[in-house]
């Protein structure tokens, strides 16, 4: 393994707009900054249509995302930058500098120490656990609609789910799909926006499905069907469809540090919503990967820059 | 010589075209939200309809594997 000997002021994980927004708020307090991410940008890429941005009226996610790196990499000399790094483990050693503990942040490859550390690696979208889902992903089964919805053209789809993302895929789908049923496993569509919900209702290309779940997903080389349950009645039914779009939602994945800090059941970081520091001092959290209730990418970047600002003074406090 | 399968709004699919354009290798830029012949050719290739897929002189590459390409470019980092 790699020993970096540079001890970084501050090691930000992940790459979306809380980990962006901390990025060029450290670069700007001249914090010796490392950002580790997978792939920047984050959910904003992956989303279609974004409206409720301040300041910038429908703009397509993965312009949002580009805006925001770019903004970033405006402070490549005060910040490095290294993408395709997954982070492992993060460790406290035993060691101290000016009274600050020291930390250790491990990739496949690499340590990295740092005096602070600010976790902002966000959400994966959450899967239906049913049977088909895994064999047939790639193969029908889709986790981005932005990325594949238009290989889907002509073709009969399902979208599992009724929040925002749900419904935002059903109607980027209308502009590729033959028909589209969307299956929503409560009564009516109250979770998403409802600027969404009649869009959705005036398609003709859209039918809704209400107290729908998904049970099981068919095909043989790619996805033909789709078999649903009516949590009311319990009556199933087998639709036909070469596309089950997967937008139930997301959830953090705390693996690597789920022994350092406090977490909820929800798998979401606990912090102080003043500060974003964490459970154990010295680590900030910022983004949907902490327990602040409302998952907006404008919350993420004003939340991104709190934890930057908080580790700045926790780092230059005597 | 390098074919890349995608579409407009995928953001590996930029990043992948990023990757490529910034370590100097020119690639035939399919769009298989158009060309619909291009997207069967890339569902027989690569046994799945996920973008980006990657044809590097004939291997196959799904999604933005970063290590893979750089192994099979040789590209030094």
Not at chain 1, 85 to 104: D, G, M, S
């Amino acid at each position: 393994m790699n020993q970096n000997t540079n001890i970084y002021e501050l090691v930000i994980v992940g790459g979306g707009p809380a980990g962006m927004s901390a990025g060029v708020y450290a670069a700007r307090k001249k914090l010796k900054t490392l950002l580790l991410a997978k792939n920047l940008g984050g959910q904003p890429s992956e989303a279609w249509q974004i409206d409720n941005y301040l300041g910038l009226p429908a703009v397509l996610g993965i312009e949002l995302a580009e805006k925001f790196k770019s903004h970033l990499k405006k402070f490549s000399q005060d910040i490095e930058i290294k993408e395709g790094e997954i982070v492992v483990e993060i460790k406290k050693t035993e060691q101290a500098e000016n009274n600050l503990p020291l930390f250790n942040v491990y990739t496949e490859k690499e340590k990295f120490p740092a005096k602070a550390l600010i976790i902002a690696t966000g959400v994966s979208p959450k899967k239906l656990g049913i049977p088909g889902e895994e064999k047939f992903t790639n193969r029908g089964v889709v986790f981005c609609a932005t990325c594949d919805a238009p290989l889907f053209k002509d073709k009969i789809v399902a979208v599992v789910g009724s929040g925002n993302a749900g419904l935002d895929a059903a109607i980027q789908l209308t502009s590729y799909a033959k028909k589209i049923y969307l299956l929503n496993k409560y009564p009516d569509l109250h979770k998403g926006d409802l600027s969404y919900v009649e869009k959705i209702e005036k398609s003709p290309l859209i039918g809704i499905l209400n107290n729908a779940l998904p049970k099981e997903i068919k095909g043989d080389k790619f996805v033909k069907s789709l078999v649903w349950e009516n949590v009311k009645t319990k009556e199933t039914q087998e639709i036909e469809v070469e596309g089950v779009f997967v937008e139930i939602g997301s959830a953090p994945s705390l693996h690597f540090a789920k022994q350092l800090l406090k977490y909820n059941e929800k798998n979401e970081i606990i912090i102080n919503p003043e500060t974003n520091a964490t459970s154990c001092p010295g680590i900030f959290a910022a983004g949907d990967v902490t327990n602040m209730p409302y998952k907006q990418i404008i919350i993420s970047a004003g939340e991104g820059a709190k934890a930057a600002l908080s580790a700045y003074y926790y780092l230059t406090k005597t | 010589m390098i074919k890349i399968y995608s579409t407009p709004t995928c953001p590996y699919c930029i990043t992948l075209k990023n990757f490529l354009k910034e370590k100097g290798f020119n690639f035939e830029d399919i769009d298989v939200s158009v060309n619909h012949e291009a997207a069967k050719e890339m569902i027989a290739k690569s046994g799945q309809m996920g973008v980006p897929v990657a044809d590097i002189n004939g291997q196959i590459i799904v999604g933005f594997d970063r290590e893979k390409i750089i192994k099979l470019l040789n590209i030094k980092e």
